[in-house]
């Protein structure tokens, strides 16, 4: 699966998608994609992901309180 780094553009590829859905915690390991080398594996912080299309993730995936609060 492959999520966009908000501040850069670039796409990232998530290796755990354990880690990206579960809303307690705070960041994944993934890997830019950039160039034709395989990138050695970064921790990004999930709230600086996005979709490619733009859209926000999933509150759901970021706030384990999510149902509690409006």
């Known amino acids: 699966m492959f ?5 850069t553009g670039v796409l ?3 290796l755990e998608v354990k880690e990206l859905i579960d809303p307690f915690t ?12 395989e990138q050695d594996p970064e921790k990004f912080a999930k709230s600086d992901l996005v979709f490619p299309s733009g859209e926000d993730l999933p509150r759901c995936w970021l706030d384990a309180d999510y149902r509690t609060k409006d």
Do not use: S
Request: without cysteine; negative net charge.
């Open 26 to 37: 705070d960041a994944i390991q993934g890997r830019i994609q950039d160039g034709e080398e």
């Open 3 to 7: 999520l966009q780094h908000k501040q």
């Open 12 to 14: 990232v590829e998530v």
